[in-house]
């Protein structure tokens, strides 16, 4: 990696405070990403960061980590998706969430995730009161993992968009969650798409989305949806004033 000379160094520290930063798809890796915030400097003024596709994997999850722990941290928005996060990294990610104030949106989509890493977020967002966007989309949590957060949702009343497209979660995993949608009143943005839901777990939904007062936007592609249960869906469009979304979702970002 090409160094700074001095002269360039000093120009980054006398630059503007940087509030956002998106090197998406640039494969850097956590050693470049620990370099990359070190050089910048002002990392308790970023408020946006999108680190999606780099290869930081859990050593750069832990750099983030220390981030979010200092108190005068502005960040509100981090994306990660895609960087061969595994539970270990979710792990210490979900222990600075516990008490974390100002993260807003975190999207942790395409990572190794599994049921025990959705099980470690779902206890801290107990006690989280301040994310309101997540994105968990492709991250194999399955049917435990989706169990961890219709518990969660119990509970938590600050989640206001929560995606988990293409995590096989299928019909058992589906009925789980639609008891407690039945009676939510924080989501306003779902996203089931490509979850391997047959005709009985979208049935189990559908009534559960009748009776649900908050939702907004839900999307459902990908799924068994056939004639009928798409003209089910738009009843349920000019009734309830939901966009409803029957095709398959990108999954990226927010």
Same mark, same amino acid.
């Given at each position: ?17 940087? +509030? ?137 009343? +600050? ?96």
């Amino acid at each position: 990696m090409k160094e700074l000379s001095k002269s360039e160094e000093e120009k980054v520290s006398n630059s503007p405070q940087i +509030t956002w930063l998106n090197i998406n798809g640039n494969q850097i890796g956590h050693f470049a990403l620990k370099y990359l915030l070190t050089t910048l400097g002002h990392v308790k003024t970023f408020v946006e960061l999108n680190l999606g596709s780099n290869q930081i994997g859990d050593k750069g999850t832990e750099i983030l980590v220390d981030i979010l722990q200092n108190p005068e941290t502005s960040l509100n928005t981090l994306i990660i998706s895609n960087n061969q996060i595994t539970i270990y990294g979710v792990q210490i990610l979900s222990d600075v969430l516990r008490y974390n104030k100002t993260l807003i949106k975190l999207d942790l989509s395409h990572n190794q995730i599994n049921a025990r890493g959705a099980q470690h977020l779902a206890t801290a967002l107990k006690f989280n009161n301040t994310l309101t966007h997540l994105n968990l989309s492709n991250s194999s949590i399955e049917i435990e993992g989706i169990k961890y957060f219709s518990n969660l949702l119990q509970e938590n009343k +600050t989640l206001t968009k929560l995606l988990l497209s293409n995590n096989e979660i299928g019909d058992v995993g589906i009925q789980y969650f639609s008891d407690v949608l039945r009676n939510n009143t924080a989501l306003t943005t779902i996203d089931f798409s490509d979850n391997s839901i047959g005709y009985q777990g979208v049935l189990y939904f559908i009534d559960a989305v009748k009776m649900n007062k908050a939702l907004k936007t839900i999307h459902f592609g990908g799924n068994a949806v056939s004639d009928e249960i798409s003209n089910e869906f738009k009843s349920i469009q000019k009734k309830q004033n939901i966009q409803i979304i029957l095709r398959s979702s990108s999954s990226f970002y927010f």
